[in-house]
């Protein structure tokens, strides 16, 4: 019997699931905010540690992006249980939206200043004060970009990238925000939460920011990974992988995590780019007679 067949109220003629399944997406849901709210508190803690000239602060920095990728993980969860259950709703989609806005939005925003700009010193090109008010939009243009996307794809039922791929496949429409929050998150992880000091870096790092925030509203194609189930027979292949990601993962986290959020990122620049160098260099077709009426 599968996890949908046991779940379902025998009372129910309509053969719905019982009402504590419900409970069990907005557990990963739940678990998704807590880690955002961990995240900014981190922040804040990390931010003063370094006002205070503490050697904690990296420390909290490191715990801030490490929680915002563990709710990258219980972010893909809660939806593919729902489906898995049955148990998905209007509810469960706006509150994970809401949490998504939390823990991918404000979170990262936070740390972007609070991380990669805020702690920059004076320098003789731009003044600080204006220096910090660009890292002030920036970020605010992360966190608004990212709910804007979150709201498209809340009311977009089947959206139609700029570069469509095959039809048997599914795409995100435009960078999902955990994924722009990822990368933030593993930069600052591969780092070992040490802020930025340097205004050459810190432009480098707000420009990423930036680009990210456009990725997001954009309508190039991503991948969306929906069409992957574990309820179907693997390969050996899979299982070796599965081992190599393990043991990648407890002996060298960091690298492997900046590299997974990077290509995913770059994944959707590159299709781009493919798609115009092919619609540039697709020979034209046939020009067909014009057929007049009279």
Not at 256 to 271: D, E, Q, R
Request: glycine fraction near 8%.
């Amino acid at each position: 019997m599968s996890l949908r067949d046991r779940l379902i109220d025998p009372r129910s003629p309509e053969r719905r699931p019982r009402r504590s399944a419900y409970a069990l997406p907005t557990l990963f849901t739940a678990a998704n905010i807590f880690l955002g709210f961990y995240a900014l508190l981190r922040v804040f803690e990390g931010a003063i540690a370094v006002a205070m000239k503490s050697a904690d602060a990296a420390r909290h920095f490191t715990f801030a992006a490490m929680a915002i990728g563990g709710a990258v993980f219980f972010d893909g969860l809660d939806g593919r249980i729902a489906r898995m259950t049955n148990t998905a709703s209007d509810f469960g989609r706006e509150l994970d939206s809401l949490a998504d806005v939390i823990t991918f939005g404000i979170a990262p925003a936070a740390m972007a200043f609070a991380w990669g700009v805020y702690f920059v010193p004076a320098f003789d090109l731009i003044h600080i004060d204006r220096f910090r008010l660009i890292g002030y939009f920036v970020s605010f243009m992360f966190l608004l970009c990212g709910a804007a996307r979150l709201a498209r794809f809340n009311i977009q039922k089947n959206p139609v990238p700029k570069n469509p791929g095959r039809p048997d496949r599914k795409y995100f429409v435009g960078l999902p925000i955990p994924a722009a929050a990822g990368l933030l998150a593993s930069i600052v992880y591969a780092t070992d939460g040490a802020p930025i000091t340097s205004w050459i870096l810190c432009a480098g790092w707000l420009a990423l920011v930036g680009l990210l925030a456009f990725l997001m509203v954009s309508t190039w194609r991503y991948p969306s990974f929906k069409d992957l189930t574990l309820m179907r027979p693997r390969s050996p292949l899979i299982l070796v992988l599965l081992g190599g990601f393990i043991f990648l993962m407890v002996y060298a986290s960091q690298p492997l995590l900046l590299g997974m959020a990077s290509a995913y990122v770059l994944s959707g620049i590159l299709i781009r780019i493919g798609g115009i160098i092919r619609r540039r260099f697709r020979p034209a077709p046939p020009h067909e007679a014009e057929h007049q009426v009279g």
